[in-house]
């Protein structure tokens, strides 16, 4: 089988009644790029944690109790919810129309394991991450109960990214970063190779490079190895002190590839063929980049795949962002035949989820002032007041002469010498004589 099938992605639909934070929500999801938008407390995150769980069946919170985010998903009042999904199965669409059971406080689903075929790989706001693999996670029905043969999910803290994840029993389910990377580098292996891969097309957009350095020690009183990243003033620095932005993408390239290797492992021992297919969930996917990151972090997770395997992976994105910078970077890329934006409105009184049409704005001010982020314009609060105040001004018949002057000695002082609203505003007082 080819390392990636053309099969088309997983998730296709979410119709939610009576949960979350509207009466009535609605996503199709394009086969490739999916972005949200929308001011902070509307859902975004929600809808991403109700994705993860119609292709999974559990909360990420319910997976482990650590997590401060991910919980389950609860009905707006007592009246009758529901959570109706579509994804590809192994043969065909899957529908399902899941209730919720207030005595039980749970959601109704089918018996038995998911029937998507495909990853699932979730990075939360937070750090955190949560994978399910269908070669490692899955489980059996036996008489009317679900009987877990293996973990449901692999979800991580923040921490266990980087220390590792350990089992109720005390098994190892992942080693973390640190003991990973610096196994991976010691045997100079494919899986570091695809690391290294990962870090350069990451870091070839950005201001600071991405390349791994050599391992060192940070502690008399910690023995691990630990990987560094080569800074562009020749020093290498210790991932654990890397910054906020480098963490997160180094923690993304990471996972991508122990995703891979260890489900090709598992693959093997069950004798079961390779997955074809993977949902990426990115909450926030600007959160702590620098803006030179955020340009081409989109573009770079789209092709990223490609470096991980010998083949173009077929991957379906799903992300929220915050960033007018992200929204003009992927105006390249955008294509409405399998690319979709949906946005998330307070209006009237009611959170409002819709699709909208792309359209170009050419750049991250313009963007500011969209539908995205229905901003009234891209300057500071106060000069946008100044602004308006101005604006007024000049629809005056006969205003004070000593106004016109400390506004535009406010002006001069607010605004760049080559604002184009500067330009007209003292060309249009000129011509009305009003300043010389």
């Given at each position: ?25 609605e996503l ?49 009042d007592?009246?009758?919810a ?84 350990s ?15 610096a ?54 620095v ?75 992976a ?39 989820l ?66 184009e ?16």
């Open positions: 089988m080819s390392l990636w099938s053309k099969e088309p992605p997983l998730l296709k639909s979410l119709r939610l009644h009576n949960v979350g934070p509207a009466p009535e929500m199709d999801f394009g086969d490739r790029m999916n972005l949200m938008t929308g001011d902070n407390g509307l859902g975004k995150s929600f809808m991403l944690d109700i994705g993860w769980w119609a292709m999974t069946r559990k909360w990420p919170a319910e997976v482990n109790p650590n997590l401060t985010v991910g919980k389950m998903a609860l009905p707006i007592p009246r009758d529901t959570i109706e999904f579509v994804f590809t199965g192994k043969t065909r669409p899957e529908k399902y129309v899941s209730r919720y059971q207030p005595k039980e406080q749970t959601w109704t689903g089918r018996p038995g394991r998911p029937s998507n075929p495909g990853l699932v790989l979730y990075a939360m706001t937070d750090g955190s991450f949560a994978l399910w693999d269908p070669a490692r996670n899955y489980w059996r029905h036996q008489g009317n109960m679900d009987v877990q043969d293996r973990p449901p999910a692999y979800v991580f803290s923040p921490v266990e990214v980087w220390n590792g994840l089992a109720e029993n005390g098994d190892t389910l992942c080693n973390g970063l640190i003991r990973d990377w196994g991976w580098q010691r045997e100079q292996g494919a899986p570091y190779e695809h690391l290294r891969r990962l870090l350069k097309v990451f870091g070839s957009s950005g201001d600071e490079s991405l390349e791994p350095g050599e391992l060192t020690r940070i502690s008399l009183d910690d023995v691990r190895d630990m990987p560094t990243i080569r800074m562009p003033y020749e020093r290498d210790a991932v654990v002190h890397a910054s906020s932005g480098m963490r997160r993408i180094l923690a993304l390239s990471y996972f991508l590839v122990w995703t891979w290797e260890e489900h090709k492992r598992a693959a093997r021992q069950i004798g079961e063929e390779e997955t074809g297919r993977l949902v990426l969930l990115i909450d926030e996917i600007d959160a702590h980049l620098h803006p030179a990151w955020q340009r081409s972090i989109v573009s770079s997770i789209l092709s990223v795949m490609e470096n991980l395997t010998d083949e173009q077929e991957v379906q994105l799903i992300a929220t962002t915050h960033s007018p910078l992200i929204m003009a970077s992927v105006e390249p890329i955008f294509d409405d035949s399998k690319d979709a934006w949906f946005d998330l409105d307070f209006e009237q009184g009611e959170v409002k819709q699709p909208r049409e792309f359209r170009k704005h050419g750049d991250a001010g313009s963007w500011l002032i969209s539908e995205a982020f229905d901003l009234k314009s891209s300057r500071a609060p106060e000069y946008e007041a100044l602004l308006e105040r101005s604006a007024s001004l000049l629809e005056e018949t006969d205003p004070d002469i000593d106004q016109i002057k400390k506004t535009n000695e406010e002006l001069a002082l607010a605004l760049s010498p080559t604002d609203f500067l330009f007209n505003w003292q060309y249009i007082c000129r011509q009305k004589g009003w300043l010389p």
